[in-house]
């Protein structure tokens, strides 16, 4: 910068490449406003909802060989970022109609599981491992209610108004 | 304040010193997206699942397990190169096309959420586009003759970073006075709920604190929606406020664990680090 000088005429190219910039701005607050995001623009919309004190949560729960586990978080099911792996268990499970894509859906979860775990990484969980030969070999999705008032991270619980949403058993 | 905003678009002094530091960190930051994202396996299997019940009038490109991996490949190669120093146009327009797609392909698998990393696609097509080899760089750098467009390319390219690093603070706010409304920060409930359940212990045993959840909403709300005005009027103080950014999302993370790394990683070169030429007005 050139403080009290006289500064130098902006090129046109520059100038242009400026433009070029404020436009994209424009676009980001634009998706702002409108709340919705369309790649590359994006919102940045996170956390923007007023929660209540009592919301809807999803758990599920894995048949280990025979056995079903207690109730988990959905996030170690697949290998995506966890706001995103719940967004899509609501999308195919709560929004979709169609039973036996929802079918091919968990069969698709488990399979990987089974073969293919992943390890955790910033916002994206570690795979649910199975301690049985077998392998995981079925699926339920609940929705459950959290009230913030008396819910305890350590227990992940208590836990209101289980509603399952699926059963998928591979076997 | 239009001489102002235009010496901050036009007139970095240090832009030239400061863009292969810039480089280097964000080469870092979208090596590090690609390696992580997940494999190409995982996207092929579920094209008839979770791609098959997006949004009516998709017409997105569906990509073999191969192709994507082969686009990755395509991806690490180019970003890598044009990271370590490789200033040939076509490295740098393979680097910025390449992870554009590859990135874009990833957010389409289901496109209502997605890791919110578009940044790291518009920084690097800014990046890409000028010369950011004054040093840092490998092999014999040919003399180049920066031409006064140049140099304001450069310094534009910056700014393109910077502001747009502090765009993402003010959506942000805005967001929250928008959509959630005053009772977002009167209430407290939002970052109540997001502690209570997705937080670390500490944020959990906060979480309990309603007095403490209003009055952090407050702020949260009135420190993001005020970054970017503030950066313009301070811009003598970008670096505290580079800091302040940083010393944030490291309370977010302590608390929450969400960690928004490929953003603030970039900070200390967009704004702390010390550069040749630079100036602090």
Same mark, same amino acid.
């Given at each position: 910068?050139?403080?009290?000088?006289?500064?130098?005429?902006?090129?046109?190219?520059?100038?242009?490449?400026?433009?070029?910039?404020?436009?994209?701005?424009?676009?980001?607050?634009?998706?702002?406003?409108?709340?919705?995001?369309?790649?590359?623009?994006?919102?940045?919309?996170?956390?923007?909802?007023?929660?209540?004190?009592?919301?809807?949560?999803?758990?599920?729960?894995?048949?280990?060989?025979?056995?079903?586990?207690?109730?988990?978080?959905?996030?170690?099911?697949?290998?995506?970022?966890?706001?995103?792996?719940?967004?899509?268990?609501?999308?195919?499970?709560?929004?979709?109609?169609?039973?036996?894509?929802?079918?091919?859906?968990?069969?698709?979860?488990?399979?990987?599981?089974?073969?293919?775990?992943?390890?955790?990484?910033?916002?994206?969980?570690?795979?649910?491992?199975?301690?049985?030969?077998?392998?995981?070999?079925?699926?339920?999705?609940?929705?459950?209610?959290?009230?913030?008032?008396?819910?305890?991270?350590?227990?992940?619980?208590?836990?209101?108004?289980?509603?399952?949403?699926?059963?998928?058993?591979?076997? | 304040?239009?001489?102002?905003?235009?010496?901050?678009?036009?007139?970095?002094?240090?832009?030239?010193?400061?863009?292969?530091?810039?480089?280097?960190?964000?080469?870092?930051?979208?090596?590090?997206?690609?390696?992580?994202?997940?494999?190409?396996?995982?996207?092929?299997?579920?094209?008839?699942?979770?791609?098959?019940?997006?949004?009516?009038?998709?017409?997105?490109?569906?990509?073999?397990?191969?192709?994507?991996?082969?686009?990755?490949?395509?991806?690490?190669?180019?970003?890598?190169?044009?990271?370590?120093?490789?200033?040939?146009?076509?490295?740098?327009?393979?680097?910025?096309?390449?992870?554009?797609?590859?990135?874009?392909?990833?957010?389409?698998?289901?496109?209502?959420?997605?890791?919110?990393?578009?940044?790291?696609?518009?920084?690097?097509?800014?990046?890409?586009?000028?010369?950011?080899?004054?040093?840092?760089?490998?092999?014999?750098?040919?003399?180049?003759?920066?031409?006064?467009?140049?140099?304001? $390319?450069?310094? /534009?390219?910056?700014? &393109?970073?910077?502001?747009? #690093? %502090?765009?993402?603070?003010?959506?942000?706010? !805005? *967001?929250?006075?928008?959509?959630?409304?005053?009772?977002?920060?009167?209430?407290?409930?939002?970052?109540?709920?997001? $502690?209570?359940? /997705?937080?670390?212990? &500490?944020?959990?045993?906060? #979480? %309990?604190?309603?007095?403490?959840?209003?009055? !952090? *909403?407050?702020?949260?709300?009135?420190?993001?929606?005020?970054?970017?005005?503030?950066?313009?009027?301070?811009?003598?103080?970008?670096? /505290?406020?580079?800091?302040?950014?940083?010393?944030?999302?490291?309370?977010?993370?302590?608390?929450?664990?969400? *960690?928004?790394?490929?953003?603030?990683?970039?900070?200390?070169?967009?704004?702390?680090?010390?550069?040749?030429?630079?100036?602090?007005?």
């Amino acid at each position: 910068m050139t403080g009290e000088a006289v500064p130098e005429r902006v090129g046109r190219k520059p100038a242009l490449m400026a433009a070029i910039l404020g436009a994209v701005l424009v676009g980001q607050f634009f998706h702002t406003v409108v709340d919705r995001n369309r790649w590359p623009f994006c919102s940045n919309n996170m956390f923007n909802r007023t929660l209540p004190r009592r919301f809807p949560q999803l758990r599920i729960r894995l048949r280990d060989g025979d056995e079903w586990t207690g109730l988990r978080q959905v996030y170690g099911l697949m290998p995506l970022e966890f706001f995103r792996v719940v967004d899509i268990f609501a999308v195919i499970l709560l929004e979709n109609q169609d039973e036996e894509l929802k079918d091919r859906f968990c069969r698709t979860i488990l399979r990987r599981l089974n073969t293919r775990p992943w390890a955790a990484f910033d916002e994206v969980g570690r795979s649910e491992r199975p301690t049985h030969p077998r392998g995981f070999t079925g699926l339920e999705v609940l929705m459950v209610t959290v009230d913030v008032a008396d819910y305890r991270m350590a227990d992940d619980g208590p836990l209101y108004d289980h509603q399952v949403l699926y059963r998928c058993e591979a076997d | 304040m239009r001489r102002k905003l235009s010496d901050i678009l036009f007139r970095q002094a240090d832009a030239a010193d400061r863009l292969p530091l810039v480089r280097v960190s964000l080469g870092a930051a979208v090596l590090r997206t690609i390696v992580q994202m997940p494999p190409g396996s995982f996207f092929a299997e579920h094209q008839d699942t979770v791609m098959a019940v997006r949004q009516r009038g998709d017409r997105a490109v569906r990509l073999t397990a191969f192709q994507f991996n082969a686009l990755r490949l395509l991806s690490l190669a180019s970003v890598g190169l044009w990271t370590i120093g490789v200033r040939h146009a076509a490295v740098r327009a393979t680097a910025a096309a390449s992870f554009a797609v590859l990135n874009g392909y990833v957010a389409q698998f289901h496109p209502r959420l997605w890791s919110y990393n578009s940044h790291l696609n518009l920084f690097l097509c800014a990046a890409t586009a000028v010369d950011t080899t004054k040093w840092l760089s490998v092999g014999k750098r040919p003399p180049v003759a920066s031409t006064k467009d140049e140099a304001q $390319l450069q310094s /534009l390219a910056l700014t &393109a970073m910077q502001l747009g #690093s %502090a765009a993402i603070y003010s959506q942000a706010g !805005l *967001s929250k006075i928008l959509h959630g409304k005053v009772r977002w920060m009167s209430q407290g409930t939002t970052l109540k709920g997001a $502690l209570a359940v /997705l937080g670390t212990p &500490a944020g959990h045993r906060l #979480s %309990a604190n309603d007095s403490l959840m209003r009055a !952090l *909403s407050v702020v949260t709300v009135a420190g993001e929606a005020a970054f970017l005005p503030l950066l313009v009027t301070r811009w003598k103080d970008r670096r /505290l406020i580079a800091l302040g950014a940083i010393a944030f999302h490291l309370a977010t993370k302590r608390l929450l664990g969400i *960690s928004f790394w490929h953003l603030w990683a970039l900070y200390p070169a967009l704004f702390i680090v010390a550069a040749p030429g630079g100036d602090r007005r």
